[in-house]
Nanobody, 123 residues
Framework: VQLQASGGGLVQAGGPLRLSCAAS????????MGWFRQIPGKEREFVAA????????SYADSVKGRFTISRDNAKSTVYLQMNSLKPEETAVYYC?????????????????WGQGTLVTVSS
């Protein structure tokens, strides 16, 4: 599976942004998908994940109620809608494909990673 993340950019605090991750290669529709982010100098952290059929989602506590993960298996694309963004959420956001069908917050179950897209939230 090859993953291409897009949609990053500069946004003002409190604003929205939608990230997309297009997958190609192996069957996309049988894998859970996740979004992670990494702030420079810090470890990569879990943001959100979605099951193979979109029926189950998982979110980091810090983004619950503000971020929404979704997927379109017909387009082999997963999305991350981010609302009410905060300056401290400035980071490189990565999408990843899991080895399992169900969402997980552990990076260890994700064996395919996209190149990352930079989100900058200005105060």
């Amino acid at each position: 599976v090859q993953l291409q993340a897009s949609g990053g950019g500069l946004v003002q605090a409190g604003g929205p942004l939608r990230l997309s991750c297009a997958a190609s290669g192996r069957t996309f529709s049988t894998n859970a998908m996740g979004w992670f982010r990494q702030i420079p100098g810090k470890e990569r952290e879990f943001v959100a994940a979605i099951s193979w059929n979109g029926g189950s989602m998982s979110y980091a506590d810090s983004v619950k109620g503000r971020f929404t993960i979704s997927r379109d298996n017909a387009k082999s694309t997963v999305y991350l809608q981010m609302n009410s963004l905060k300056p401290e959420e400035t980071a490189v956001y990565y999408c990843a494909a899991a080895q399992t069908e169900f969402p997980s917050s552990s990076s260890r179950v994700y064996n395919y990673w996209g190149q990352g897209t930079l989100v900058t939230v200005s105060s």
